[in-house]
């Protein structure tokens, strides 16, 4: 048996390693449950802003009309979101642009990144405690000396870790580095990411003012509301935002990992066509529950 084969074996199973052929749909229930709730947030969304918009728009007529007419103050519908949309795309090529150097970075120097980011943590935990006592708050100086005893102890524990987590740093700006469709799959959950926030927040908008209840009217006769949205209602679409940002952060994270998997087990003689490709379709079916 050549050393190909014994890279490609697992020393545990007697199975080959990287082999895809039968793959196992993991916690299905999951997946399914999740993409039910997705589905139920955008046709919510949907329904609020095609069934509803006669409600919001007089809505929106009532407070507009409310507001020019109370002590002079206007109402201003004309926001511009030229320059929102602007500056999210720049941040996120700027986020990317940045990414990319501090991977570069991380090859040649994490070790001292990581020393130099504890050290510099320690560093600012004393100063604030010394400024506590020095303001004579005795009660929050204990507290954040507390906080600084205990990263002090942090970093004499890990100590020892860390040539080992700056070698995986390396490896994995390496590995970025030769596969850069990671960066692109990274880069597409970033703006999915964006794209939800806006959906949660135009629900979540859109259902306040339909759950608006007509108090009465002013002295100029203008239709006065008052909001009693359901509590449920809201908490659920924060844990809907909350749930979808930590699978689109593992989705990545289990991409990235499969492409590292990839490079360290697959012999140089025998690339893997698409390996990106392949691990993004690995998360996003198989291991997505």
């Known amino acids: 048996m050549d050393d190909n084969s014994n890279i490609r074996q697992s020393a545990q199973f007697e199975e080959k390693r990287l082999d895809y052929g039968k793959p196992v749909y993991r916690d299905v229930w999951c997946a399914v449950i999740y993409y039910l709730v997705l589905g139920t947030v955008v046709g919510v969304t949907l329904w609020i802003w095609i069934a509803k918009w006669p409600e919001i728009e007089e809505h929106?007529?009532?407070?507009?009309?409310?507001?020019?007419?109370?002590?002079?103050?206007?109402?201003?519908?004309?926001?511009?979101?030229?320059g929102v949309f602007v500056t999210l795309i720049s941040c996120a090529v700027i986020g990317l642009l940045f990414g990319f150097c501090w991977l570069q970075i991380l090859?040649?120097?994490?070790?001292?990144?990581?020393?130099?980011?504890?050290?510099?943590?320690?560093f600012l935990?004393?100063?604030?405690?010394?400024?506590?006592f020095y303001d004579g708050k005795t009660s929050l100086g204990i507290i954040a000396a507390i906080f600084t005893l205990i990263l002090i102890m942090y970093t004499w524990c890990v100590w020892g870790r860390i040539r080992f987590?700056?070698?995986?740093?390396?490896?994995?700006?390496?590995?970025?580095?030769?596969?850069?469709g990671v960066v692109c799959v990274q880069f597409i959950t970033v703006i999915f990411t964006i794209i939800w926030f806006g959906v949660i927040a135009m629900c979540m908008w859109g259902y306040i003012i339909i759950s608006a209840g007509q108090a009465?009217?002013?002295s100029n006769g203008n239709i006065t509301y008052d909001y009693n949205p359901n509590g449920w209602a809201i908490l659920g679409l924060f844990f809907s935002l909350y749930w979808t940002l930590e699978v689109n952060s593992n989705i990545s994270h289990t991409t990235a990992c499969g492409v590292s998997a990839v490079w360290y087990f697959t012999p140089q003689d025998k690339p893997v066509r698409k390996p990106t490709?392949?691990?993004?379709?690995?998360?996003?079916t198989t291991s997505f529950g």
């Open 165 to 180: 987590a700056s070698v995986l740093l390396a490896l994995g700006a390496r590995i970025t580095g030769v596969y850069s």
């Open 125 to 132: 935990w004393i100063f604030v405690t010394v400024l506590v």
């Open 216 to 218: 009465g009217t002013d």
């Open 107 to 122: 090859r040649y120097i994490a070790s001292f990144i990581i020393k130099a980011m504890l050290f510099l943590s320690i």
């Open 277 to 284: 490709y392949n691990a993004f379709n690995r998360s996003m």
């Open 60 to 82: 929106n007529e009532n407070v507009k009309n409310a507001a020019s007419q109370s002590n002079g103050v206007s109402w201003e519908n004309n926001f511009d979101y030229t």
